[in-house]
């Protein structure tokens, strides 16, 4: 049973990943970019788990999705990256205000928070070494 819905998580998420790379490509071509081109920027939308580089497997191994979090980290560096200079990056914005909305909401969290209960009422308990 539990072997039946690995499989099946497996395939539907290969369909999901395939169905945003097809309507990306599809997409771009009616864009007017090349086939080969656009072949490769559908290929890269999502995290190609056929990438590895030489430390991949070993690393692999010891971090639990290590492919994953270098393609997550390479692509905000693409997409945010390049503009830092230039301020010209395609997310940087989006990344700019998902960053200021979590400030904000800290800040409102802060304010609206309160003072922490009174812990004078519990006992230390005393600490075991085992």
Same mark, same amino acid.
């Given at each position: 049973?539990?072997?039946?819905?690995?499989?099946?998580?497996?395939?539907?998420?290969?369909?999901?990943?395939?169905?945003?790379?097809?309507?990306?490509?599809?997409?771009?071509?009616?864009n007017g970019v090349s086939a080969e081109q656009a072949g490769v920027m559908a290929r890269n939308l999502?995290?190609?788990?056929? /990438?590895?580089?030489?430390?991949?497997?070993?690393? =692999? !191994?010891?971090? @639990?999705?290590?492919?994953?979090? $270098?393609? #997550?980290?390479?692509?905000?560096?693409?997409?945010?990256?390049?503009?830092?200079?230039?301020?010209?990056?395609?997310?940087? /914005?989006?990344?700019?205000?998902?960053?200021?909305? =979590? !400030?904000?909401? @800290?800040?409102?969290?802060?304010? $609206?928070? #309160?003072?922490?209960?009174?812990?004078?009422?519990?006992?230390?308990?005393?600490?075991?070494?085992?």
């Amino acid at each position: 049973m539990h072997r039946m819905f690995v499989e099946s998580y497996s395939v539907l998420n290969d369909l999901g990943d395939n169905m945003w790379r097809f309507s990306y490509y599809v997409t771009l071509r009616e864009n007017g970019v090349s086939a080969e081109q656009a072949g490769v920027m559908a290929r890269n939308l999502t995290v190609d788990f056929s /990438k590895k580089g030489s430390f991949g497997g070993p690393i =692999g !191994t010891v971090f @639990a999705y290590f492919n994953a979090t $270098i393609q #997550g980290n390479v692509r905000n560096y693409q997409q945010t990256g390049k503009g830092l200079f230039t301020g010209k990056g395609p997310a940087r /914005k989006v990344f700019g205000g998902l960053t200021a909305m =979590g !400030t904000l909401s @800290a800040f409102a969290m802060m304010a $609206i928070g #309160g003072e922490d209960e009174d812990e004078s009422g519990v006992p230390d308990l005393p600490r075991t070494d085992s």
